[in-house]
């Protein structure tokens, strides 16, 4: 089993490059949404994140507005956050490997892969890229997003020139979309002769 680390900037069409891998029956592991699920009703986070930041939490999980401001701007809130959100995920990341042993390729969709030290883990890597001015274009149109915001994100992520040096795969985003499908299909191809050899 091939495992493909998936990474990207914030507003680069990671999501939507992960749809389309997921589309040509590649398994896909999504970081996000598992700290979704671990966040949301029920999830099982919700108690331990009330205890360490109090009044950021309902009915419906980890009220992420209220959440975020008591992170923001905190690098030591930020750090006990991840401590207690990045074991849980690496579990769930455990859990999706064991079930798909049979598979010849897997994603990992993980959003700090370099940040946070999680190429180790994958035996490739592709960054999924547009040009700058689409990706602000991107980010600043999401509701509740500003300038200051974007500019606080992209400060935390490494470089886009940066990723696409490291990265054995560059899929680009700021054309159409078959364009981008086209190059998907291409890294599973690649991938398929790599794993056959």
């Not at 970081?31 to 309902?58: N, S």
């Not at 074991?87 to 049979?102: I, K, S």
């Not at 010849?104 to 040009?131: C, H, K, M, N, T």
């Amino acid at each position: 089993m091939l495992v493909l680390g998936l990474t990207g900037s914030i507003g680069m069409g990671k999501s939507t490059v992960a749809a389309m891998f997921a589309g040509e029956g590649v398994p896909v592991f999504d970081a996000d949404a598992e700290v979704h699920k671990l966040q949301g009703p029920g999830g099982r986070l919700v108690a331990e994140i009330e205890a360490a930041f109090p009044g950021t939490t309902g009915d419906s999980g980890v009220d992420r507005a209220r959440l975020g401001k008591a992170v923001f701007g905190s690098p030591d809130a930020l750090r006990r956050l991840e401590a207690i959100v990045h074991p849980a995920v690496a579990r769930e990341r455990r859990a999706f490997l064991d079930a798909n042993r049979g598979s010849a390729l897997v994603v990992l969709d993980i959003p700090l892969l370099f940040e946070a030290g999680g190429w180790r883990q994958v035996d490739r890597i592709a960054v999924v890229s547009a040009p700058a001015e689409v990706q602000r274009a991107r980010v600043l149109a999401r509701p509740g997003m500003t300038q200051a915001r974007f500019e606080s994100i992209l400060a935390k992520q490494m470089p886009d020139a940066e990723k696409r040096e490291r990265a054995d795969f560059v899929i680009p985003t700021g054309g159409t979309l078959e364009e981008t499908r086209a190059s998907v299909r291409a890294v599973i191809a690649c991938l398929a002769g790599a794993e056959g050899r």
